[in-house]
């Protein structure tokens, strides 16, 4: 007769800050992609960007142009129109006017100031805002598809834009269900950003039998939430756990 294995789930939490070089494999590099700012009503705060062309023989034309994003469900970024979001402080960042359009010759690099202006009087309660700058390229240059096929490349990279005021410290995740999905053999975790600020961090998984003390780690998962996000993440279980039951608080 088979002896039954139980399993035991145990979940932990972990907020910590992430910071990532992301580069476009078409020609343009930006740096940093994200942007932190803190300040109070009535006042301004500047932070620098810089573009590269790490193109070796294509000259560039760019343009600078702003936009709303926000998480879906499962984390996933949805981009909207600027100042569309209720979210959005797209309306108080502003750039030089030389920055505004400009061309980089390959391998040439720009500074950007990117500015933000929290109004005098807010027209929202809100403790944190967001909005994304786009880096645009003008002119398409010939490249081929992975088919050899001839193609015309314009290639835009967005730079999101964190804002909160002073006050805003609180992160709090509130986990609000833990269900097995045996069908899927995964884990749906549901759990909700229920501070003033945004919240990164990453769930560890630890499966643990009961009987004999073996433990199966899963990789961690990263995510990103703002104040006010409900999140769904699906933890996708190893394809050969042993056979058991799957418990937890």
Request: glycine letters at 6%.
């Amino acid at each position: 007769m088979n002896k039954t294995h139980s399993l035991h789930f145990i979940l932990a939490f972990f907020l910590v800050s992430f910071f990532s070089m992301i580069q476009a494999q078409t020609g343009i590099s930006v740096s940093p992609p994200r942007l932190y700012f803190e300040s109070t009503v009535g006042n301004s705060n500047t932070q620098k960007v810089t573009v590269t062309n790490v193109s070796a023989k294509n000259s560039l034309d760019l343009a600078i142009s702003l936009g709303d994003w926000e998480y879906n469900e499962k984390g996933e970024n949805i981009m909207s129109a600027a100042n569309s979001l209720k979210v959005s402080c797209a309306g108080w960042i502003s750039v030089k006017k030389e920055d505004n359009y400009f061309t980089l010759g390959p391998g040439e690099r720009r500074d950007i100031d990117v500015t933000i202006t929290v109004p005098s009087k807010l027209s929202d309660t809100l403790e944190a805002h967001s909005a994304v700058l786009y880096v645009n390229q003008m002119n398409p240059v010939d490249d081929v598809d992975s088919k050899g096929a001839k193609i015309k490349v314009s290639i835009r990279s967005g730079i999101k834009i964190f804002h909160k005021i002073p006050s805003a410290k609180t992160k709090k995740i509130e986990i609000q269900n833990l269900t097995f999905e045996k069908s899927k053999k995964q884990l749906d975790l549901f759990f909700e950003n229920e501070g003033n600020i945004w919240t990164d961090g990453k769930v560890f998984t630890d499966l643990v039998n009961m009987e004999n003390g073996k433990k199966v780690s899963i990789d961690p998962i990263v995510f990103y939430t703002m104040p006010g996000n409900k999140r769904e993440m699906n933890i996708s279980l190893p394809a050969d756990l042993p056979k058991g039951n799957i418990q937890h608080p």
